[in-house]
C-alpha cells in the first residue's frame, strides 16, 4: 500500500543523485537516471490510478504519520489518491516522461546537464507532492518547491542576460500569490481549527452558507489571490511570458503542462468550500475571462514564437479559470487536462522549430518550413487544431463545453469568451502559416534546417497521439457524449461529501448552437489569418504603417510591464535606497548593532577579567556573593 | 532486646534493598574491577575495560529502569518516574562519555581501570543523589558524586593545566560543600533537631520561621550557594571555565552533561519540596542568580577563542534558564500546563544530545592534533561536510533556532516561565539567547566561511561517526517526535 510516497520519493532520489554527483557521472548515465526514476513514477501512478478506479469511493486516503503536532494543530504526513490527484500525477509523470525524453534531444549541445536534469527530478517530486498531499500545509510545500524549480530552471541560462531576471521576476510575483494562500489558510484553520483537506470539506458540507461568510468568503479570496500567482491571472500574470527564457521542454513541461494548472487544481480541491462563496466565484469568472482576452489579443502581434505560445498559455488558464468561476469545476479541470496535452506538443514543437534552425525564434525570419520539418509540422498542426478548438478535437470539447457553462451563467461572459476564441484562432493560425507556410524570408537560416533527431520527434509523435485522444474521455454531455471524465472527477471534487453541486441543464440544442456560433467564427478567423499570412508578412507591415498605436499597443503588451516598472518597483527603489541610508546605515547599524554589540564586547572583557585564574579570587567572589545574596534579602525585605 | 533490633534493622534494610540495586551494583562491580579484576588483564590490554565498562552501563540502565517505585530508608530515598528519567539521562550521559573516551585514551596511551571505575563510582553518586529525599543523603551523594570528578579532571597527570584545574575544583568544591553542611545544620538546628526530610522540613520550616527567622534563612541560603556552586551559576561559577578548559575533553562532555542533570534535579527537588513553602527566603535571591547567569554566561562566551571554553560559558548561561524551571516549579501541575521539573528534563534531554554531539567532534578534531581553538574548525565544511553539518546542527540547537530540538525545549521552559509570571526573567532569557546566537553563528561562520589553509580532508573514525550521527538525528527530528515527547514528559510525575 505504502508504494505511493515512492511515487515523489523516486524523482528526488534522482534529484539526490544527479545533483549530488552529476558532475562525476557521464552524460548519458545522469540522462538515464533521470528519465528512468520519472518512467518509474509514471508505472506507479498508473498502478494507483487503477486501483483508485477499482476501489469503491474513489478515493484512497493514506495517513503514513505524523509531520506536525503543535497544540491543536495537528499535519498528517498523509496522501490521498483520487481521481483528481490521479489525473494529474498521469498528466506530471506521463507528459513528464515524454519532456525528459526530449530533453535528452533537444539538450544535446548543452554542458552541464545534471544540473538541468536534477532541477527537472525535483520539480516532478515536488509536484506531486503537490498533488497527492491531504493536507493544506503540505500541499504548500510542494507549491513552494515547483516555485522553487521554477525559479531555478528559469534561469538555467544564467550566462545570459535577460534569464536569472526572468527567474528572479517569477519568483517575486509568485512571492505575492503565496502571501495570499499563507493567510487563506490561516484564516481556514482560524474558522475550522483544522488544516486536513479531508477534515475541512466535511465541516464545510455540514456547515450553513450564512456561518462564517464573510471570513471564508476572505479565505477563497487569498486563495485565490495565490493561484492568480501560481496560474498566471490577471494581476499576478506577468512573469510567464518572461519565464520563456529557460530552455524549451522546461516551458513545455512547468509553464504550460503541470505548474502553472496547480491554481486550478487548488481550487478544484477545495471546490465545496468555494462553492459557498459566490463573490468569489464571480471574481474568479471574471478574472478568467478577462485574462483569457487579454492575453489572447497581447498575443496577436507577437515576434517571438515562444511568446505567442507564453501568451496563449496565459489565456487558455483564463478560460479554465472561467470554467471554475462558473462552476463547471469537472469542465475546468478537464480544460486542464487537454491542454496540457496539446500545449505542452506546441512547445515541444516550437522547440524543434527552435533546434532545426539553430536556435532562431523571430517567427518572420522563418516560413516554408513544412517540407524541411515535415514530422514536426503534422504533430504541430493536430496541437494548433486542438488549441483552435477544431470540432472533435479534445480542444474542442473542453474548451466549448466551459463556454456553455458560461451561457448559462451569463451570457455577457460568453460573449467575451467566444471573443477570447475568435483571437486564439486568429494567433494560432498566424502561427503556424508563419512558420511553415509561404516562401522561406531567411534563405540562410532555412538552408541550414533539418528535421529534429528521433528523440525529439517521439515524443513529438506521442504528444499528438495524447492529443488527439484525450477527447475520448471526455465528450461533453451536452454534446451527446457521457463525459466518463467529469461524472467520475464528480467523487473527487465533492470529496465524498454529499453537498449538492449547482445542477447544470442541459439543452442539447442550445449547445449545438453556441458551438457552431464560436465554431463557425474561429474558423472564420483561422481562415482570415491564413488569406492575411500566405503572401508573407506584407499585411502585417501595412497594418503597423495604418493603425501605428494599436499595433503599438498590441506588440508591447498593453505597456503594462513599464507602468509597473515606473509605478511599483522603481518608487520601491527610491524607498529602499532611502530605508537603507537612513534606516539601516545610520539607526540599525549605527544605534541598533553596533552599539549593543560593542556594549556586550566590553561587558564580556569585564567578564573575562573577573576569570583571575587564581582559587583565592573566586572563594573571595563566592564569599561576596553569599554576602550579596544577604543583602539582596535585606533590601527586599525593607 | 538487642538481636532482635538488629534484627528488624536488618529486615528494614533488605526490603529497602531494591531501591539502589543500580548504585550498589555499580559501587560493587567498580571495586571488584579495582581488585582482583584488573590483576586479570595484561598491561597493554587494558583499552578491553572500556568495552566491559559500556556493558556494565547497559546492565545498569536495565536495572535503573525495574526498581520499584516507593520510598525506603526512612524516608531518606525515593524512586519515582522522575527520578527514573533523571537517572537514566546521568547513565546514558556516563555511557556516551566511555565511548567518547576511548579514542583519545587510545592515543594518548592512558587506558587504566581507574578511569572507568572512577566514572562508574561518581555515576552511583549520581543515581542515588536523583533519589535523595533527605539533606542527609542529598549531602552525601553530592560528595560521592563530586570527589572522583576531581580526580577524572586531572585524570593526564603529564599535563599541567588538567592537574590545575583538578585541584582548584577540588579546593572550590570542598569550599562549597562545607557552606553547604554548615547550611544544613543551621537548618537542623533551626527545626529544633527534629528534620532533615524534605517532606518534614517543607512544613518544619514554616513553623520555625517565626521563632529563629535569621537562622532558617542563613540556612537556607547557604544551601542555595552550595547548590549554585556545584551547577555554576554566577557569582559561583568561577570554576567552570578553569576546570572545563582544563579536563581531557570526553570528561568536559560528562561534567557538562551527567553531574549536572543530577545536581539540578537535586536542587529543583530541594526548593521545590522542602523549601516549597517559604519562597520569600530564596527566589528573590534566585531571580538575580537567574539572570546574572543568562547575561554573564553569553556576554562573555562572546570573546572567547577556545571552543571548551566558549562552551563552557554557554553552559553557565544553559544553568541559567533551567533556573528559570526551578524558579517556576509547581509540582502539583502536569506538563501540559508546564510544569518545572518537567520542562527541566526535557531541557536536560535536549542539552544532553547537542552538548555530547558537539563535544565529540571537538574530541574528535583533538584527536588529529587540533580542535580546540574556534579558529581550527576554520573550513571544516570542506573538509568533512558531513561532520560540519552536525557541528553546525548542534550549534544552531544550543542557540535555539527552530525547528532543531533545541529550540522547542527552550520554547516550552520560556512559555512556562511567561504563564508563572516571569516576565522580565524571561525577557531577559530571549535577549541573551539572541546575544548567543552570535558566538554560535560565529564558529558556523569559520566553519563554512572561511577556508582552510592546505588541510587534507577528514576522516571520521566509526565511534565518532556513530555518536554524531545518534546525535544529530535527535537534534534533527526531535522536534518531529514532540508530541510522543511530551507524552512521555507528562508521565513524568514528581
Not at chain 2, 37 to 56: A, E, H, M, V, Y
Request: aromatic share 12%; with cysteine.
Amino acid at each position: 500500500m505504502t508504494s505511493v510516497i515512492l511515487i515523489p520519493l523516486i524523482p528526488l532520489l534522482g534529484f539526490l543523485i544527479n545533483g549530488l554527483m552529476g558532475h562525476r557521472l557521464s552524460r548519458g548515465l545522469s540522462q538515464v537516471i533521470a528519465c528512468s526514476t520519472i518512467a518509474s513514477s509514471f508505472v506507479l501512478s498508473l498502478i494507483w490510478f487503477t486501483r483508485v478506479l477499482a476501489s469503491p469511493d474513489h478515493r484512497i486516503d493514506l495517513v503514513v504519520g505524523e509531520w506536525m503536532s503543535v497544540g491543536n494543530l495537528q499535519i498528517p504526513f498523509g496522501f490521498v489518491i483520487d481521481a483528481l490527484s490521479s489525473v494529474m500525477l498521469l498528466v506530471i509523470t506521463g507528459i513528464g516522461l515524454l519532456i525528459h525524453i526530449y530533453s535528452v534531444g533537444y539538450m544535446h549541445h548543452e554542458k552541464g546537464t545534471a544540473r538541468y536534469f536534477a532541477y527537472l527530478n525535483l520539480f516532478v517530486f515536488f509536484m506531486t507532492l503537490l498533488v497527492m498531499s491531504s493536507s493544506l500545509p503540505f500541499l504548500f510545500v510542494g507549491w513552494e518547491g515547483v516555485g522553487l524549480c521554477s525559479y531555478l530552471l528559469i534561469g538555467y541560462y544564467f550566462e545570459t542576460e535577460e534569464a536569472p531576471q526572468a527567474g528572479l521576476k517569477a519568483f517575486l510575483y509568485n512571492r505575492v500569490g503565496d502571501v495570499g494562500v499563507l493567510i487563506g489558510m490561516m484564516t481556514l484553520f482560524l474558522i475550522f481549527g483544522t488544516l486536513t483537506i479531508g477534515d475541512l470539506l466535511q465541516q464545510v458540507s455540514q456547515l450553513r452558507p450564512e456561518t462564517h461568510f464573510g471570513l471564508i468568503t476572505f479565505a477563497t479570496l487569498m486563495l485565490f489571490i495565490g493561484c492568480t500567482g501560481k496560474s498566471a491571472q490577471i494581476p499576478l500574470y506577468l512573469w510567464l511570458p518572461d519565464a520563456m527564457a529557460g530552455p524549451t521542454p522546461v516551458s513545455a513541461l512547468i509553464h504550460a503542462a503541470t505548474m502553472v494548472t496547480s491554481g486550478i487544481y487548488l481550487i478544484c480541491r477545495l471546490a465545496p468550500l468555494f462553492v459557498l462563496t459566490p463573490i468569489t466565484l464571480h471574481l474568479i469568472a471574471w478574472i478568467g475571462v478577462a485574462t483569457a482576452l487579454f492575453a489572447a489579443t497581447m498575443a496577436l502581434f507577437q515576434r517571438d514564437i515562444k511568446k505567442v505560445l507564453a501568451y496563449s498559455t496565459v489565456s487558455q488558464l483564463g478560460f479554465m479559470f472561467l470554467g471554475l468561476g462558473v462552476t463547471g469545476f469537472s469542465a475546468g479541470f478537464f480544460h486542464v487536462f487537454t491542454h496540457a496535452w496539446f500545449k505542452a506538443l506546441l512547445f515541444l514543437g516550437a522547440g524543434s522549430v527552435i533546434v532545426a534552425l539553430h536556435h532562431e525564434q523571430d517567427l518572420f525570419k522563418m516560413g516554408g518550413l513544412r517540407e524541411k520539418l515535415p514530422i514536426t509540422f503534422y504533430t504541430m498542426l493536430i496541437g494548433a487544431l486542438c488549441l483552435m478548438g477544431f470540432p472533435g478535437t479534445s480542444g474542442f470539447a473542453s474548451k466549448d463545453e466551459i463556454l456553455y457553462l458560461t451561457y448559462l451563467h451569463s451570457p455577457t461572459l460568453w460573449g467575451f469568451g467566444v471573443l477570447a476564441a475568435i483571437c486564439t484562432a486568429f494567433y494560432t493560425a498566424r502561427l503556424m502559416v508563419l512558420v511553415f507556410a509561404g516562401k522561406p524570408r531567411d534563405l540562410k537560416i532555412f538552408d541550414h534546417a533539418h528535421e529534429s533527431p528521433k528523440w525529439i520527434t517521439i515524443p513529438l509523435i506521442l504528444l499528438s497521439l495524447g492529443a488527439l485522444l484525450a477527447v475520448m474521455f471526455g465528450w461533453p454531455e451536452s454534446f451527446g457524449g457521457h463525459n466518463t471524465i467529469a461524472v467520475w472527477l464528480h467523487s473527487a471534487i465533492t470529496y465524498g461529501q454529499t453537498a449538492e453541486q449547482e445542477a447544470h441543464t442541459l439543452i442539447p440544442t442550445l449547445a449545438w448552437t453556441l458551438a457552431l456560433i464560436s465554431t463557425v467564427l474561429s474558423l472564420l478567423s483561422a481562415g482570415i489569418a491564413w488569406k492575411l499570412y500566405s503572401k508573407g508578412l506584407s499585411w502585417e507591415e501595412g497594418f503597423e504603417r495604418k493603425c501605428s498605436r494599436t499595433y503599438q499597443i498590441l506588440r508591447e503588451k498593453y505597456f503594462v510591464d513599464q507602468g509597473v516598472m515606473a509605478l511599483i518597483i522603481n518608487p520601491f527603489f527610491f524607498l529602499g535606497k532611502v530605508f537603507w541610508k537612513l534606516g539601516d546605515v545610520i539607526i540599525i547599524d549605527g544605534i541598533g548593532v553596533n552599539l549593543p554589540g560593542a556594549l556586550t564586547r566590553v561587558m564580556g572583557d569585564l567578564g573575562s577579567h573577573l576569570q583571575t585564574g587564581r582559587v583565592r579570587n573566586y572563594t573571595l567572589l563566592s564569599v561576596l556573593g553569599l554576602l550579596g545574596l544577604l543583602m539582596l534579602l535585606l533590601v527586599a525585605r525593607i | 532486646m538487642m538481636p532482635s533490633f538488629v534484627q528488624s534493622l536488618w529486615t528494614a534494610l533488605w526490603q529497602d534493598a531494591p531501591l539502589v540495586q543500580a548504585p550498589f551494583f555499580l559501587i560493587g562491580i567498580a571495586s571488584l574491577m579495582l581488585w582482583p579484576g584488573d590483576l586479570l588483564i595484561p598491561r597493554d590490554q587494558k583499552r578491553r575495560w572500556s568495552l566491559f565498562t559500556q556493558i556494565i552501563l547497559g546492565i545498569t540502565l536495565y536495572l535503573v529502569v525495574v526498581t520499584p517505585h516507593r520510598s525506603g530508608f526512612s524516608n531518606m530515598f525515593r524512586i519515582d518516574t522522575m527520578t527514573q528519567a533523571f537517572q537514566l539521562i546521568c547513565t546514558v550521559a556516563t555511557l556516551a562519555t566511555v565511548v567518547l573516551s576511548k579514542k583519545l585514551l587510545d592515543l594518548m596511551n592512558e587506558h587504566t581501570v581507574e578511569f572507568y571505575t572512577l566514572l562508574l563510582f561518581t555515576l552511583s553518586g549520581m543515581l542515588l543523589l536523583c533519589g535523595a529525599t533527605d539533606l542527609v543523603t542529598l549531602y552525601f551523594s553530592i560528595e560521592l558524586m563530586a570527589l572522583p570528578i576531581y580526580v577524572l579532571v586531572g585524570y593526564f597527570r603529564d599535563q599541567e593545566r588538567g592537574i590545575e584545574a583538578g585541584v582548584k575544583y577540588f579546593l572550590l568544591g570542598a569550599f562549597s560543600s562545607g557552606i553547604m553542611i554548615y547550611g544544613i545544620s543551621l537548618l537542623y538546628g533551626a527545626t529544633g533537631g527534629t528534620t532533615t526530610n524534605f517532606e518534614g522540613l517543607s512544613t518544619a520550616l514554616v513553623a520555625a520561621m517565626d521563632a529563629r527567622g535569621t537562622m532558617v534563612t542563613l540556612g537556607v541560603l547557604m544551601v542555595l550557594v552550595g547548590m549554585a556552586f556545584k551547577v555554576a551559576v554566577v557569582p559561583f561559577h568561577m570554576w567552570t571555565p578553569d576546570v572545563y578548559d582544563g579536563a581531557p575533553t570526553p570528561i568536559t562532555a560528562f561534567m557538562a552533561s551527567a553531574p549536572k542533570a543530577a545536581a539540578i534535579f537535586a536542587f529543583a527537588k530541594v526548593f521545590g519540596v522542602a523549601f516549597h513553602n517559604i519562597p520569600n527566603v530564596w527566589t528573590f535571591g534566585m531571580e538575580y542568580m537567574a539572570a546574572a547567569s543568562m547575561i554573564l554566561g553569553n556576554v562573555a562566551a562572546l570573546r572567547q577563542q577556545s571552543m571548551k571554553r566558549m562552551l563552557a560559558y554557554s553552559s553557565i548561561a544553559h544553568v541559567g534558564y533551567m533556573m528559570l524551571a526551578i524558579l517556576s516549579n509547581d509540582p502539583n501541575l502536569s506538563i501540559r500546563s508546564f510544569s518545572g521539573v518537567q520542562s527541566l528534563w526535557l531541557y536536560i534531554f535536549a542539552y544532553l544530545f547537542m552538548n555530547f554531539g558537539a563535544f565529540a567532534i571537538i574530541t574528535f578534531l583533538q584527536g588529529k592534533g587540533e580542535g580546540e581553538r574556534i579558529d581550527d574548525f576554520r573550513g571544516l565544511s570542506q573538509r568533512n561536510p558531513w561532520l560540519a553539518f552536525a557541528m553546525m546542527l548542534f550549534l544552531l540547537s544550543l542557540a535555539g533556532i527552530p525547528p532543531l530540538i533545541g529550540f522547542f525545549s527552550k520554547f516550552i521552559l520560556f512559555k512556562m516561565a511567561l504563564e508563572r509570571g516571569f516576565v522580565v526573567l524571561t525577557v531577559i532569557a530571549v535577549l541573551t539567547s539572541a546575544v548567543s546566537a552570535y558566538y554560535y553563528l560565529g564558529v558556523i561562520n569559520q566553519m563554512y566561511f572561511r577556508s582552510s589553509t592546505g588541510k587534507d580532508s577528514l576522516k571520521m573514525d566509526r565511534m565518532t561517526g556513530v555518536l554524531v550521527s545518534v546525535c544529530a538525528l535527535m537534534v534533527l527530528l526531535g522536534v518531529s517526535a514532540s508530541g510522543w515527547l511530551i507524552d512521555i514528559v507528562d508521565k513524568i510525575k514528581l
